[in-house]
């Protein structure tokens, strides 16, 4: 290929800086509504008159409906364009939003979290998808490690900033704790639906679609929803390394969800209960994302130093799989510290996986593709809190912390003696 003509150079680097700079501002506003109703949907609910095991199936109805339209969804994003779906799905999202605020009563309630659902699997692929489709665009060339590195930074800054601006908000709210209307706990949700909103508006003006290749065999209509799904399959069954990337997916999928459900009950009794917990707990969520931000920065780093991405992924997975394991000492300062590492190891590996992803998927079937990752997440994710939950029972948290962690370190071994790509 030719380089680009010394006259066009600065223009294409200037492309180049506003796609990257879009790309991370939505990711940061994408995830920043999801920041503020973490640290207070389940007191919501309690509030809302709903017991434990009532929030539990609620929230299974979020990642059901998550794992049953991730593929359809992550199809039509490849067939009719990433901008109307990314629009969709944040206004879905306000909904969502604005459904739990105002809502009472279990079905209700389970309405809000179906909608949630449908929102992150519209948005579960699109996003990236078309930052790196502008980006070839622009120029085929043009690397891609700086842009997710720097949009998984963001994404986690803006889950910190969010945690810790949502529970001021309830702190300083003018509505009453508990009531038949709107309560305290509900001003961060409401705070939601209006940064959803205003996604909608910054995606429809931001975000263009590039043109489709001469070459691309999907029609852009609906009829080719089909064709893009099955092809989507077809590649990641027989594609070498899209298969090592789905069994890693999967595995990080059942570490995530057996930390988020082990590691309350871990803390509560290393510090004494439940309420002696609380506070240190949410302290420690807000440093696991600012962590995670951190490992993301470091990733080109990291990859530069282990001369490859695979071998930089490959590293970083194995460290949280160790950390992961190390949750379950009796020291809270030493479980502490694990729990951040792992999500400073974890964070490194996950943009350099994703660009391993987008050098084996086209244009044709990126969505798809990170909408089959997202299923094997989800879909590990099911698996693996209802049988910690019953492991843990009969042993105890700290026990049922090895499972995963071992899970994770199988599925690191996906990144070993990467595949040379044709």
Known sequence: MSPTPPAEAPATAAALVSIRRRFVALTALRWLPTGFVVPVTVLLLRERGLDLPTIGLIVA???????VLELPTGGLADVIGRRPVLATAALVAAVSSLTLAFGRGAL???????LGGVARALDSGPLQAWFVDRTHEVDPDAPLRTGLSRAGVAESVALAAGALAGGGLVAISPLPTSGDGLVALSTPFLVAAALSVLHAVLVLVWVRDPARPADDPSPGTMRGLGATIAAGL????THPALRRILLLTAAVGAA????????????????????AAAGAYAVLVTAGFLGSASGSALAPAVARLTRGPSRAALVGVLGAAVALAAVALPAPL?????FVAFYVLLGIAVPLVEELTHAAASSAQRATVLSLNSMAMQGTAIVTTAGLGVLAGATSSAAAL?????????????????????
């Open 108 to 114: 209700v309630l389970a309405l809000g979290y179906l």
């Open 334 to 338: 030493a479980a502490a510290v694990a």
């Open 256 to 275: 995530l969800s057996g930390l988020e459900l082990l590691a309350p009950p871990r803390f509560a009794a290393l510090l004494g209960g439940e309420s």
């Open 61 to 67: 109805v979020y990642s059901a409906a998550t794992l």
């Open 234 to 237: 077809r590649l990641a069954r």
């Open 402 to 422: 090895w499972l995963p962690a071992a899970v994770l370190a199988i599925g690191a071994l996906a990144l070993a003696r990467w595949p040379r790509l044709s």
